[in-house]
């Protein structure tokens, strides 16, 4: 995990925003394939025209856990989203840990919060787990999403740059 991410993680007791967390660079962050995360006999499926956070995107992922490209700019990660149960622990964790991301696989929801610091927003789409939104980053940010399940904790995250979620809200 970057170093700086490691010491805010504990620095930030829920009481500021997690903004400063040291997350990975945009022009990185589009380099990511889940193929590299994976093991090699992981069957990853690719295709366009899945619909994400208002823009079609290239799929590149097993189901629910998949790393997205807006078709407008095939060569570019934009998002992505990792349900927890679907992966390995050993190749979630190394996802978070490229992109900085200071939470792991059943985190209760005090340490999310004190990890990455008040929400911007809370959905309830079941109910016994809420998403829990958090922009982060500096000067590249990320809007997260952090799905917690009363009983299992953190089950799913989502992560867009923040410059494509605004030009996708925009058009």
Request: hydrophobic share 35%; charged share 25%; with cysteine.
């Amino acid at each position: 995990m970057h170093e700086r991410a490691r010491r805010s993680c504990g620095a930030l007791g829920g009481t500021m925003a997690g903004v400063n967390l040291d997350v990975i660079s945009y022009p990185k962050f589009s380099r990511l394939r889940l193929r590299r995360f994976v093991p090699a006999t992981t069957q990853v499926t690719e295709h366009d025209g899945f619909e994400w956070m208002k823009g079609r995107w290239w799929y590149e992922g097993i189901a629910f856990t998949w790393f997205g490209r807006l078709e407008e700019t095939p060569d570019e990660t934009g998002g992505l989203e990792i349900l927890f149960e679907e992966l390995p622990s050993r190749a979630a964790k190394r996802i978070l840990y490229t992109i900085g991301l200071p939470v792991f696989p059943g985190m209760e929801r005090a340490r999310v919060l004190g990890c990455l610091g008040e929400p911007i927003g809370t959905d309830t789409f079941v109910d016994d787990r809420n998403t829990y939104r958090f922009l982060i980053g500096t000067s590249d940010q990320y809007e997260i999403g952090c799905t917690i399940q009363r009983d299992h904790g953190l089950i799913h995250v989502s992560i867009i740059r923040d410059d494509i979620r605004r030009r996708l809200d925009a058009a």
